[in-house]
């Protein structure tokens, strides 16, 4: 009996393609945390002297994952490609997908239960200030096709409106803008052997995870994704952050 390091751990598995590709197929998790908490349920009445009183509710699981690119890969070969707007000298683009949670736990357990929700997505992309060239494309209406490359094949695409514009200026420093943006509609994964099947990315599957701490200390249930954060910057690696939803009962080994 000792305390171990994660050295031995892993994200064992998630069934179903598209969870596959997240975390294991064409990626490399790093780390992993893994949340189980039960409601607190205040039950103070009347009859209190000095302490409040409470008894514990339902419980639940959430996590997070962060991952990159099964062969580790540097962000120098990304780029933005944005017709209706400035994207000259960019050297970073963030994206970032959510699917809320939706709980639909019925009578009869002691674990919430919960289904994924419409993708929703934005993100930013940054860069320098040019000499010459305006900044342009805050608030293009109706959005405009993006283009967001991981290298020469690979990238995610979608409409998007620029919805902010940030300029940084100092005098020993270049100068740098900092532009956020929504998208609208479908989004789609192109190039084989990225983190999504090549297509539109489609509402979360709920697939059985299972995360491994270290050896025979394991956590399983049914979980789907409900954000993915994926960053690519020119002097940096590709990487992914996924949070993740329990639904229904965990196993601990």
């Known amino acids: 009996m000792a305390v171990i390091t994660g050295a031995t751990g892993s994200v064992t598995s998630w069934t179903g393609t598209a969870n596959g590709l ?7 998790p790093s780390t992993f945390t893994l949340n189980y908490n039960a409601d607190e349920l205040d039950t103070t009445g009347f009859d209190a002297t000095n302490s409040m009183e409470a008894i514990a509710g339902l419980k639940s699981w959430a996590g997070t994952i962060s991952t990159r690119y099964d062969a580790a890969q540097i962000g120098s070969a990304g780029s933005v490609t944005y017709g209706s707007g400035y994207v000259l ?14 709980d639909v736990t019925a009578f009869g357990t002691s674990v919430k239960s919960f289904i994924p ?29 993006a283009t967001f490359a991981m290298d020469a094949t690979r990238s995610i695409e979608g409409d998007i409106t620029v919805t902010g514009q940030s300029v940084s200026s100092a005098p020993s420093e270049p100068n740098t803008v900092t532009q956020t943006f929504r998208g609208s509609g479908a989004i789609t994964a192109a190039g084989a052997s990225g983190l999504f099947s090549v297509g539109e990315i489609v509402i979360p599957a709920t697939g059985t995870l299972t995360l ?34 329990g639904t229904g009962a965990l ?3």
Do not use: E
């Open 251 to 253: 196993s601990i080994g």
């Open 89 to 102: 000298h960019t050297n970073s683009w963030q994206l970032n997908l959510a699917s809320a949670a939706k």
């Open 117 to 145: 929700s419409l993708i929703g997505w934005g993100g930013q992309y940054d860069g320098f200030v040019d000499d010459t060239s305006p900044l342009s494309g805050l608030g293009v209406d109706p959005p405009a096709s």
């Open 212 to 245: 491994t701490a270290s050896t025979g200390r394991t956590y399983a249930g049914s979980a789907f994704w409900t954000s993915l954060s994926i960053s690519c910057p020119a002097a940096g690696l590709v990487v992914m952050d996924i949070a993740f939803q």
């Open 22 to 28: 997240l975390i294991g197929t064409n990626s490399q």
